[in-house]
């Protein structure tokens, strides 16, 4: 494990400052090239409240390690930019709220690739 926050994407107004500067401690590991994991987990609500958002490697660069859990996710693909993933994450929100995607609420995570690709994984029910 990297490191985590606890956050909001609707109420927090440094939501992006705390992402980013999260985000920048996986330069302190050495592990450019290795798969990345953004994990959302300890949800207080559904997405509109607080979460907790843990970054993680492949690679253990702590003796901290998460254990992403075997069950059930839809998977989401984008590529590895701001725009693209915050698009990903509004049609995942749409989709919830046209009751098109039954949410689980216990751990979601992005998944990035060295290549650029990503995969959002949601837990359903």
Same mark, same amino acid.
């Given at each position: 494990?990297? +490191?985590?926050?606890?956050?909001?994407?609707?109420?927090? !107004?440094?939501?992006?400052?705390? =992402?980013?500067?999260?985000?920048?401690?996986?330069?302190?590991?050495?592990?450019?090239?290795?798969? !990345?994991?953004?994990? /959302?987990?300890?949800?207080?609500?559904?997405?509109?409240?607080?979460?907790? *958002?843990? =970054? $993680? $490697?492949?690679?253990?660069?702590?003796?901290? #390690?998460?254990?992403?859990?075997?069950?059930? /996710?839809?998977?989401?693909?984008? %590529?590895?930019? +701001?725009?693209?993933?915050?698009?990903?994450?509004? #049609?995942?929100?749409? %989709?919830?709220?046209?009751? #098109?995607?039954?949410? #689980?609420?216990? *751990?979601?995570?992005?998944?990035? /690739?060295?290549? +650029?690709?990503?995969?959002?994984?949601?837990?359903? *029910?």
């Amino acid at each position: 494990m990297i +490191g985590k926050i606890r956050t909001n994407n609707f109420t927090d !107004k440094d939501l992006f400052e705390k =992402i980013g500067s999260l985000w920048s401690k996986t330069s302190d590991h050495n592990i450019e090239n290795e798969v !990345k994991y953004g994990i /959302y987990h300890q949800y207080e609500s559904n997405y509109r409240g607080d979460y907790t *958002l843990t =970054i $993680a $490697a492949e690679t253990p660069v702590s003796n901290e #390690k998460f254990v992403i859990p075997n069950q059930e /996710y839809a998977v989401f693909e984008c %590529l590895q930019d +701001g725009h693209s993933i915050g698009e990903a994450w509004k #049609k995942i929100w749409q %989709l919830e709220e046209e009751k #098109k995607l039954n949410r #689980k609420y216990s *751990l979601d995570f992005e998944k990035y /690739y060295p290549d +650029g690709k990503v995969e959002i994984h949601i837990a359903i *029910l």
